[in-house]
């Protein structure tokens, strides 16, 4: 019997190459799409363009003999991502690309669509004094969430919904790098007076739950929450990146209120939050339906991460 064809958007981003391997190595035959220029294939992934997903994508090529689909594209945070109305462009590539994606997906017979969205929308799902603003990175995911939902409702076809927190590992961008580098640098960190709870996921553990979601026949209608374990600090994180790398962590004290202060008034609002505030995935759902369980832990997956940094250095 053929193994299973899935088809993997957004294949050359962080997640996105991790998932692809990870798949391909477990038997599964992968065609991952990107934007425009598409590698070589690799063993067990082939690749093709899918164009701009803020366009209208005609994906009916892409989707041919294809049995499940992990819409990983996304327009996430990009540094200056302002524009003149940044939630309609995130809501073009999130919300209205995602729509076209599954109902295509629906009418080639796709049987399951897993979308990664994020703990953010959980995030924007709360309101209330005092609950932070949310992002239009955060409302886009929410409403792609809901847009799933109903075609899902309209057409039977399985949708599952992924929430995972900062996603951590070999040559993640964003936040983790920053932190990785000023530790690599012995840079003194102002993160010292933070008492804050975060839940956090390696690129391994969330390929192992995307891959519980594909296959898992309770998956379908769940929206999980996800991440390595119990939640951490953030001085507690970047203790755990500074064991894993064999370096001191030097942490200064600093009032979180002032940090996010000057984060804003330096145009750095969502990051500075994102170090300082609460953000905790509640994974016992995806415990309790499908069984799923990290398979690592966070200070063997941060191991793990330094391990293969080293190893992708060139000499
Ligand atoms: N990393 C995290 O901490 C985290 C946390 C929670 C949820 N997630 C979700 O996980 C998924 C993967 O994230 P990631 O960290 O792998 O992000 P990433 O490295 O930025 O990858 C995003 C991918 O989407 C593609 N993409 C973005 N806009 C596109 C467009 N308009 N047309 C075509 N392709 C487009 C990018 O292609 P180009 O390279 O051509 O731009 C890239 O391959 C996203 O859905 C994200 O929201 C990530």
Redesign the pocket.
């Known amino acids: 019997m053929q193994p299973r064809l899935i088809l993997v958007?957004?294949?050359?981003?962080?997640?996105?190459?991790h998932l692809c391997r990870t798949l391909a190595d477990a038997g599964y035959r992968v065609r991952g799409t990107?934007?425009?220029n598409p590698p070589p294939p690799e063993a067990g992934i082939e690749y093709q363009a899918?164009?701009?997903?803020?366009d209208r994508v005609d994906w009916r090529p892409l989707l041919k003999g294809v049995d499940a689909v992990v819409?990983?594209?996304?327009?996430?945070h990009l540094p200056g991502d302002q524009g003149a109305d940044p939630l309609a462009a995130y809501r073009r590539?999130n919300v209205t690309?995602s729509e076209t994606l599954a109902r295509q997906a629906a009418e080639a017979g796709v049987k399951r669509l897993v979308f990664?969205?994020?703990?953010?929308a959980a995030d924007a799902e709360r309101s209330g004094p005092g609950v932070r603003q949310p992002e239009p990175?955060d409302i886009t995911?929410l409403e792609a969430e809901h847009a799933l939902s109903r075609i899902a409702r309209e057409t039977g076809m399985e949708i599952v919904v992924l929430?995972?927190?900062?996603?951590?590992g070999p040559d993640?961008?964003?936040n983790?790098a920053l932190l990785v580098h000023a530790v690599s640098k012995g840079i003194p960190l102002p993160l010292g007076s933070i008492h804050n709870q975060r839940s956090f996921i390696h690129v391994g553990n969330l390929c192992s739950a995307i891959t519980a979601c594909l296959e898992h026949p309770r998956a379908p209608g769940g929206v999980f929450e996800v991440s390595d374990g119990p939640p951490v600090s953030t001085p507690d994180f970047v203790r755990a990146i500074g064991r894993a790398m064999g370096k001191p962590v030097r942490l200064l004290p600093c009032p979180p209120a002032l940090l996010r202060s000057l984060g804003h008034a330096l145009g750095k609002g969502p990051a500075a939050d994102s170090l300082t505030g609460d953000l905790v995935a509640d994974d016992r759902d995806i415990r309790e339906r499908l069984g799923w369980r990290a398979p690592t832990s966070m200070g063997n997956a941060m191991k793990a991460t330094f391990t293969a940094q080293k190893q992708d250095t060139p000499r």
């Open positions: 958007t957004g294949a050359r981003g962080f997640v996105g190459r990107v934007r425009s899918s164009g701009d997903i803020s819409h990983a594209a996304a327009r996430v590539a690309a990664l969205s994020s703990i953010k990175y995911k929430r995972p927190p900062l996603v951590y993640a961008a964003a983790f």
